[in-house]
């Protein structure tokens, strides 16, 4: 048998991905039920060896034992004490329509290269635009990922607002833009604004309330100061929820600013979106339905597996002006909206994944109220974990979660040897405690869980959306932390 034939054996392949889907069934059991360490932590040089660049020129085999290597050196998402980062441990349905996915490999930047998986991106997304509160005008696409979302949608605000073609002329073809962010947005906005050439005040900052949220209050006032500095606001950027702390924007005032200013809205709901789902939390939104643009990504608190991020557009027609450029070879030369079914007008990418069988897999088969379900127990657990942390005299809460993200930090007051109490440690000291403490407890295994600095200091960050994450779990997240600050 000739290599390629080898390759590609149909009967081969079938009892390969017995053995593949065996090993994660497995693995994920063994997450699932805690047996594994959250993250097996490795030092970056010493991981370098496991994995060395001595490929053979002929083929070797030793696929199962390179599986098993990278099962046990990758950081476990199902394990019930993963509460770091916003990534979701994803629905094993949904790794099922991504390996579909990638043997399909249906490009899907016309409509050619993927006729069922473009027919599933308008569904998904236009079901998406539905639960914004929005109506039939609205529409969007898929791309991969909040940050590539948010400056397609901040490319979109410039097309529209600028009162130039800056796609044609360019950055320097008209007045220095803004927009106006909260000092909360997440990086992907700062870095989408200085990607489109509009420098570091592109992001002018608008002051924030002491929950962290933008005040719109502060607004006129920010847009004075940017105007009299020689730009021109075109959007304003509205997080809901923010990253670090998980606060909502008030949408619905922010809105009102925008409306009187003619101001496009785009808010980053790549986190906290999804919480239109969730009857319970649907308030934290109001006002999104003013929105002109919406990021949400459904790797977090969908379920899905990364990357699977909706830009939503209230007007859809807006999402030509994003990347409004022809590629005659691609596209015929009609007018855009002729071809609402060949997604790559509107997309970063050119060829992307068939992202949206996944999603609309997960709400066919599973139904939509099991999303809405996940997002209500992932909120109410860190309401429920804020109340722990209030009633230990040896923690602080940093806020009140809107969301189901919870910084705190331990504050432990230290009694020497001789019975004195020291009382509380300085800023410093207490800083270096919370790194020393994630550390120690994410190397150790147990728990992973991130950081972030905040106005009062540095506190560990916790995202609470792993399915299997017990309150008594959080309890005892409490004790590993005490018993780490003594040793
Ligand atoms: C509010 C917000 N926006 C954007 C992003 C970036 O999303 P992604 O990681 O999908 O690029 C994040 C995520 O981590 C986020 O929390």
């Keep these: 048998v000739n290599t390629t034939d080898q390759a590609f054996d149909s009967e081969a392949f079938r009892a390969q991905g017995y053995r593949v889907v065996d090993a994660l069934a497995d693995y994920l059991a063994q997450a699932r039920g805690g047996s594994l360490p959250v993250l097996p932590w490795t030092a970056p ?9 001595d490929f053979p020129a002929e083929p070797a085999g030793g696929f199962d034992a390179l599986l098993r290597e990278v ?8 394990h019930p004490h993963f509460v770091g980062h916003q990534v979701s441990a994803p629905l094993p349905l949904a790794a099922l329509c991504d390996l579909t996915a990638a043997l399909l490999n249906n490009g899907m930047a016309v409509y050619e290269m993927g006729p069922a998986a473009t027919a599933m991106e308008n569904a998904v997304t236009s079901w998406l635009c539905g639960q914004l509160g929005w109506g039939t005008a609205a529409g969007g696409i898929l791309t991969s990922g909040g940050s590539a979302g948010n400056l397609t949608a901040l490319l979109a605000a410039r097309q529209a607002q600028a009162g130039f073609d800056v796609w044609t002329a360019g950055a320097q073809g008209g007045p220095p833009l803004c927009a106006l962010v909260s000092g909360e947005a997440h990086y992907s906005i700062k870095r989408a604004v200085q990607i489109m050439g509009w420098g570091k005040d592109g992001a002018w900052l608008v002051p924030l309330d002491a929950r962290l949220r933008m005040r719109a209050d502060a607004m006129p006032e920010a847009f004075a100061r940017a105007e009299a500095a020689g730009r021109k606001p075109v959007a304003v950027v509205a997080n809901a929820c923010s990253t670090a702390t998980g606060s909502y924007d008030p949408l619905a005032e922010v809105a009102a600013f925008c409306r009187e200013r003619k101001l496009w809205l ?11 789902l969730a009857p319970k939390y649907r308030h934290l939104l109001k006002g999104i339905e003013a929105a002109d643009s919406v990021v949400w990504d459904a790797h977090k608190l969908m379920q899905m597996p990364a990357l699977a991020t909706a830009v939503l557009y209230k007007d859809g027609r807006h999402a030509y002006g994003a990347f409004a450029q022809h590629a005659s070879y691609l596209f015929t030369e009609q007018q855009p909206e002729a071809e609402a079914h060949n997604l790559g007008t509107r997309t970063l990418e050119c ?8 999603l609309y897999a997960g709400l066919a088969v599973l139904g939509t109220r099991f999303f809405a379900d996940h997002v209500t127990r992932s909120f109410d657990l860190a309401r429920v974990f804020a109340e722990h942390i209030k009633a230990a005299p040896d923690f602080e809460l940093a806020l009140e979660p809107e969301a189901n993200i919870v910084c705190f930090r331990h504050t432990p007051r230290v009694t020497l040897a001789d019975g004195r109490d020291t009382g509380a440690p300085s800023p410093e000291a207490l800083d270096q405690l919370q790194v020393k403490l994630r550390t120690k407890v994410n190397e150790g295994g147990r728990y992973y869980l991130v950081q972030t600095r ?7 960050r916790t995202t609470l959306m792993n399915p299997f994450t017990t309150e008594a779990a959080l309890v005892a997240l409490l004790e590993v932390l005490r018993v780490a600050s003594r040793t």
């Design 45 to 53: 040089a010493e991981q370098a060896t496991r994995f060395p660049a």
């Design 351 to 358: 060829t992307k994944r068939m992202i949206a069988f996944k």
């Design 71 to 78: 099962l046990a050196h990758s950081t476990s998402l199902h």
């Design 454 to 460: 905040l106005p009062q200091g540095l506190f560990l």
């Design 266 to 276: 785009h808010v980053d709901g790549a986190h906290g979106a999804v919480a239109a």
